[in-house]
């Protein structure tokens, strides 16, 4: 799947969760997919820009965008499209793997910032599934709290490995 196709499913999602201005979906996207999605604030005002223009979106009275059953169908479409696998780029797994250079100290001290941002996501995403559960029940909770579960797996998973590669790292 293209970056562009990625961004329309992160556009009409978005919009498909509730109508919003421009604005708000941007802060929406940020805020609410931030968590284990980005997307470029570039992209966002062209494709609706794009989206609009293809009949996909409408600006309502209220200055809301909102889909059409048209955008609707092409996010059940693009969303049925098998997920393109890319290899991901870690900064500090690149670092890591070329210890030897940098030395364990600085290895040290990537790990411990790897632990760091893990406990803090933890921290959100307990905030998030807070929120959401003092939210009244809806279509979207239990889709929402799969995504929260899954970003507070990765991160004890990111911790495990933090503790694991210290103690590794203390005996070099």
Avoid at 41 to 67: H, K
């Amino acid at each position: 799947m293209t970056r562009t196709s990625q961004t329309d499913l992160a556009v009409l999602g978005g919009l498909s969760m509730e109508p919003m201005t421009g604005y708000a979906l941007r802060s929406a996207i940020r805020s609410t997919l931030g968590h284990f999605w980005s997307e470029s604030f570039g992209q966002i005002y062209p494709t609706l820009a794009r989206l609009t223009r293809d009949g996909m979106v409408v600006r309502g009275q209220d200055g809301r965008l909102r889909l059409t059953p048209s955008g609707r169908q092409h996010l059940r479409s693009r969303l049925a499209e098998p997920v393109e696998v890319v290899p991901p780029r870690n900064g500090v797994l690149l670092r890591i793997f070329f210890g030897r250079e940098l030395g364990p100290e600085a290895c040290l001290r990537l790990v411990d910032q790897v632990a760091s941002e893990a406990t803090r996501s933890l921290e959100v995403l307990a905030g998030v599934r807070a929120e959401v559960a003092d939210e009244p029940e809806g279509p979207d909770r239990p889709y929402v709290l799969l995504t929260v579960s899954a970003g507070e797996e990765a991160a004890r998973a990111r911790l495990r490995w933090a503790v694991e590669a210290r103690a590794t790292l203390v005996l070099l």
